[in-house]
Antibody, heavy 122, light 107 residues
Framework: QLQLQESGPGVVKPSETLSLTCTVS??????????WGWIRQPPGKGLEWIGS???????YYNPSLKVRVTISVDTSKNQFSLKLSSVTAADTAVYYC??????????????WGQGTMVTVSS | EIVLTQSPGTLSLSPGERGTLSCRAS???????LVWYQQKPGQVPRVLIY???RRATGIPDRFSGSGSGTDFTLTISRLEPEDFGVYYC????????FGQGTKLEIK
């Protein structure tokens, strides 16, 4: 059974870079059928897609975050990572890693990590 | 960017009643690529409906999705106690955006 697990610091200082890693277990990140992405949810608020990556390294980003976001993949470790630069309090949220198909009618965020809370605070 | 607006913000209903949740898009959603999710407190979202009207595996048939273009609806025919939570619509026809959610609460 495929599982995703986020890891990284729970607190990041304003203006610094948020860095998270998602470890995939129970399956290969190099599957040709799937994309791997990041979604966040501020406390008590809704969901926001941040971006996604294919195992080859092809990336797609939310236009509103694109200038600050970098998503990368390490197939040897079965991991993918998120970097979000110049963070402010508005970036405080639960960050989820997800899997989706990336195309077609079935392209939904089907598998989610448990989420990790990141607080931006000095 | 396609903006999704969900209504109502909060829906208060009793078990056994019918629930109707709306999702309106700022422009037509390509290929009706519209997904509905359910999120319960402390849990991750769960896919209910793909492609505006196709139920995901294991989802009870009391959940149904309809609509096309800019107007979509999630209907829960007879509410069960476990159906209460927050429901999100999401489109993937042009990038990926979510609605702000509808909270379905017990009346």
């Amino acid at each position: 059974q495929l599982q995703l697990q986020e890891s990284g610091p729970g607190v990041v200082k304003p203006s610094e870079t948020l860095s998270l890693t998602c470890t995939v277990s129970g399956g290969s990140i190099s599957s040709s059928s799937y994309y791997w992405g990041w979604i966040r949810q501020p406390p008590g608020k809704g969901l926001e897609w941040i971006g996604s990556i294919y195992y080859s390294g092809t990336t797609y980003y939310n236009p509103s975050l694109k200038v600050r976001v970098t998503i990368s993949v390490d197939t040897s470790k079965n991991q993918f990572s998120l970097k979000l630069s110049s963070v402010t309090a508005a970036d405080t949220a639960v960050y989820y890693c997800v899997r989706h198909t990336g195309s077609g009618w079935s392209d939904a965020f089907e598998i989610w990590g448990q989420g990790t809370m990141v607080t931006v605070s000095s | 960017e396609i903006v999704l607006t969900q209504s109502p913000g909060t829906l208060s209903l009793s078990p056994g009643e019918r629930g109707t949740l709306s999702c309106r898009a700022s422009q037509s959603v390509p290929s009706n690529y519209l997904v509905w999710y359910q999120q319960k407190p402390g849990q991750v979202p769960r896919v209910l409906i793909y492609g505006a009207s196709r139920r995901a595996t294991g989802i009870p048939d009391r959940f149904s999705g309809s609509g096309s273009g800019t107007d979509f609806t999630l209907t829960i025919s007879r509410l069960e106690p476990e159906d209460f939570g927050v429901y999100y619509c999401q489109q993937h026809g042009s990038s990926y955006t979510f609605g702000q959610g509808t909270k379905l609460e017990i009346k």
